[in-house]
């Protein structure tokens, strides 16, 4: 039987046009989005790739205005959405264009809902219905291209930015920041390296494991969740392995999409301890996860058991339940050479630091085990010491 290609067009959660090359759509969905000045924000490790200027160039020939921003960090501030949002001012922007991964696209997705909407990025924190602060007509359109598998941020409805007060992740939240296109194509992941590779991908499997296992009745983002693991799970290592299997990073791709559509149920303890282990130690986010993962499974052991057998069907284990999938996981991690505890990463001085700002991140809200300030810092040092030990 012939092999379908890969590539699709589809309109869930956002439009969405993924497959190899696609790419050289770009100047056609700013044609249908009518952006004629597109602010591009990215990453300074992107414009400094092979491919980066011809997109510039594409984007020119066709009559189209663009400028480039990308003074932004791993773990974007406050201050890369204001400083953006002076160059998109100054460019008199009609829209973004977000190249680049988790960072770019939550900046960039910021950098859109502000434009023309009043106050600072942290005025849009998600709390109560600060999001009603926006007037929803005068967010910029957007055109999302992912070049990491990871976040998901393409299709996501939110932003994570860093709070530069005292380096907290704030949840910066609009229903119309979602991109109103994605262009999502594979040949702008290649390049990406074997350990940002994992660590991007073991992101994308926490955003469906979380969601999986997030109280509520929510059968479609359990169906989607569950299919992002079992792509991540046949792709991950072949990724890892062979950065320029094109198959592989297409399936990716679609898994990390996958991801954050599935999370609009919830997240949980994963993310409530990366979110500022991230903000104050700059720890990659996806890797932070993947150190947090087991522990965080044991944790909630009791209450995620009888979802496991599932898992284990899905992702085609030898054993059943939560013990063959604990076994698999962290054997994954250890496939992709990727760190198993947080020693050297976290101190003891930072425990009563990072112990409130995991209790009061929103993530923490959803997780299927409600968690005492007690529990949080027992977690995190099981995590620094490496004790899988209920």
Request: glycine residues 10%; charged residues 20%.
């Amino acid at each position: 039987m012939n092999q379908r290609p890969l590539v699709g067009n589809f309109n869930y959660p956002s439009p969405y046009r993924i497959g190899a090359g696609r790419i050289r759509e770009l100047a056609d969905c700013c044609q249908e989005l009518e952006i004629r000045r597109p602010l591009v924000v990215t990453d300074p490790g992107i414009v400094t790739l092979d491919w980066f200027p011809p997109i510039l160039q594409s984007l020119e020939t066709t009559g189209l205005s663009p400028r480039v921003f990308s003074e932004i960090d791993a773990n974007p501030s406050a201050a890369h959405v204001a400083a953006g949002l002076l160059v998109a001012s100054e460019h008199d922007a009609d829209g973004c264009i977000v190249v680049g991964g988790g960072s770019a696209m939550d900046t960039g997705k910021c950098i859109a809902l502000l434009a023309d909407n009043p106050g600072d990025v942290l005025d849009y924190e998600d709390v109560g219905d600060r999001w009603k602060r926006a007037d929803r007509a005068r967010i910029l359109p957007t055109v999302a291209t992912p070049t990491t598998a990871g976040t998901g941020s393409e299709v996501g409805r939110a932003a994570v930015i860093v709070d530069p007060s005292d380096r907290s992740k704030k949840i910066i939240f609009h229903p119309d920041m979602q991109p109103d296109l994605v262009l999502a194509d594979p040949e702008l992941t290649l390049g990406l390296p074997p350990r940002l590779t994992a660590a991007t991908g073991m992101d994308a499997f926490a955003h469906c494991f979380e969601a999986y296992c997030a109280p509520g009745y929510h059968p479609m983002a359990d169906g989607i969740a569950l299919e992002g693991m079992r792509l991540i799970g046949e792709n991950l290592v072949r990724a890892f392995d062979d950065g320029s299997n094109l198959e592989a990073r297409t399936h990716l791709l679609m898994a990390a999409s996958m991801g954050a559509t599935s999370f609009q149920k919830g997240l949980g303890l994963i993310h409530a301890l990366s979110h500022p282990v991230g903000g104050v130690t700059g720890l990659h986010h996806g890797t932070a996860n993947s150190i947090f993962q087991p522990y965080v499974m044991i944790h909630n052991r009791v209450v995620i058991d009888d979802r496991m057998p599932q898992l284990a069907r899905m992702l085609g284990l030898p054993g059943e339940g939560f013990d063959a999938v604990l076994e698999w996981t962290l054997g994954l991690r250890r496939r992709l050479e990727l760190p198993h505890t947080l020693e050297g990463i976290v101190d003891e001085e930072m425990i009563a630091r990072l112990v409130p700002m995991a209790a009061a991140d929103p993530s923490l809200a959803t997780n299927p085990k409600p968690c005492s300030h007690e529990e949080l810092e027992r977690v995190l040092r099981k995590s620094i010491a490496g004790d899988l030990t209920p």
